[in-house]
Nanobody, 118 residues
Framework: QVHLVESGGGLVQAGGSLRLSCAASGSIFSINTMGWYRQAPGKQRELVAAITTYGTTNYADSVKGRFTISRDNAGNTVFLQMNSLKPEDTADYYC????????????WGKGTLVTVSS
């Protein structure tokens, strides 16, 4: 079992920056990938950014060049640095941890709200 806790959400003006953090605890040895998803009202949850155990990253086209995902040395914390924020970035942001041991298993945090005002 993996437990995820997000922090760092809030209200910012367009063009500003925000840094999200996600702390993982429990059976973290089983995690292959960690990442961030977001969901706006009435829309589907979408991948924002992900990072593998060995550092490979993947970003949604809409955030490339603006967002950066990273992990600490222990691999139990993932960060999302968000720059040049736009009102379209407003959403609930969810931390995700994925294991491929046997069947694929996804773990989710409760989410943190990011609101970008215009």
């Amino acid at each position: 079992q993996v437990h995820l806790v997000e922090s760092g959400g809030g209200l910012v003006q367009a063009g500003g920056s925000l840094r999200l953090s996600c702390a993982a605890s429990g059976s973290i040895f089983s995690i292959n990938t960690m990442g961030w998803y977001r969901q706006a009202p009435g829309k589907q949850r979408e991948l924002v950014a992900a990072i593998t155990t060995y550092g490979t990253t993947n970003y949604a086209d809409s955030v490339k060049g603006r967002f950066t995902i990273s992990r600490d040395n222990a691999g139990n914390t993932v960060f999302l640095q968000m720059n040049s924020l736009k009102p379209e970035d407003t959403a609930d942001y969810y931390c995700n941890a994925r294991s491929y041991y046997g069947v694929r298993t996804d773990y989710w945090g409760k989410g943190t709200l990011v609101t970008v005002s215009s």
